[in-house]
């Protein structure tokens, strides 16, 4: 949990909660960590917490939360909407939100067409009405400071054997041509993604939602749902892209924990992963 202790996380839930259902409110509570950035607490099927992990959230987790309550409600899955505005205690926010049904589908599956409507409804969000509420491309690794971070602090962080072509990897991403921008969920897997029944029931985590192109999302869902479903759902030229940016993922993991001051050893293991990740590619 960061430098939160129990605590302080349950009096921010307690504080989160204030205002929903004696049912709510005697939940049983289950800490579930999800995000870089967050610990989402469950309370026993009525709603959920998401508690910023990093002090001074309090702004970007309002920013995010409206976001959420902006996506139109015909979107065709759930999304978690608010049940109580942002609070702050000591440093530290949380918001109380609806509860998604279902669980997210094990690594490599899913449904090829299930994918492809996920990724058409995400693409079609408006972002003109959203501008203000949308974060910079890349901004899990960056933002538009990603290019100099990855070189300056990421590279020689890395194994000499592998620098090539992670150095490859971080041009490509670079040169990457501009194509049609949408908006993009920017983390479209994975936890993300919950499913009942063989149906997406609904799309967690909006932190990292741009204006992008498609490759965005669908390099996510690759990852996850397995790269050989893309040829299914998308056209070659959007599955090249996503590639280009499914090859900078640990990278950007990297960044992330570089950027947040993370402790050493969680520096390290995402080394490691970078390192052996390059390892294994042949490109």
């Excluded at 901004?139 to 020689?156: D, K, T």
């Excluded at 994975?190 to 967690?204: A, C, K, M, P, T």
């Excluded at 397995?226 to 959007?238: D, T, Y």
């Amino acid at each position: 949990m960061g430098s939160m202790g129990n605590g302080i996380l349950q009096s921010v839930v307690d504080l989160a909660i204030e205002g929903l259902s004696p049912a709510a409110q005697a939940a049983q509570r289950r800490v579930v960590e999800i995000g870089s950035a967050h610990i989402v607490v469950l309370l026993d099927g009525t709603a959920a917490v998401r508690v910023g992990r990093d002090p001074n959230m309090a702004v970007e987790m309002r920013k995010r939360q409206e976001l959420v309550d902006s996506i139109p409600a015909s979107i065709g899955f759930q999304v978690p909407r608010s049940l109580g505005p942002v609070v702050e205690l000591e440093e530290f926010s949380a918001v109380a939100t609806e509860l998604i049904p279902g669980a997210p589908c094990p690594a490599g599956e899913g449904e090829p067409s299930a994918l492809q409507d996920l990724l058409a409804q995400v693409s079609s969000i408006a972002t003109e009405p959203i501008t203000g509420l949308l974060t910079e491309p890349l901004a899990f690794c960056g933002g538009p400071q990603w290019y100099r971070i990855q070189h300056e602090e990421v590279l020689p962080l890395l194994d000499q054997d592998v620098q090539r072509q992670a150095t490859d990897a971080i041009l490509a991403l670079a040169n990457l041509e501009p194509a049609k921008e949408v908006f993009a969920h920017g983390d479209l897997g994975g936890h993300n993604v919950f499913w009942e029944g063989g149906r997406i029931s609904g799309v967690l985590d909006w932190d990292l939602s741009s204006r992008s192109d498609r490759s965005t999302d669908l390099a996510c869902v690759g990852v996850w749902n397995g790269w050989e479903k893309l040829p299914l759902i998308a056209n070659p030229s959007e599955v090249r892209r996503a590639s280009v940016r499914r090859n900078t993922f640990r990278l950007q993991q990297l960044a992330f924990a570089i950027i947040h001051a993370r402790p050493a050893a969680e520096i390290d293991r995402a080394v490691l992963r970078v390192n052996a990740w390059f390892e294994k590619q042949s490109f």
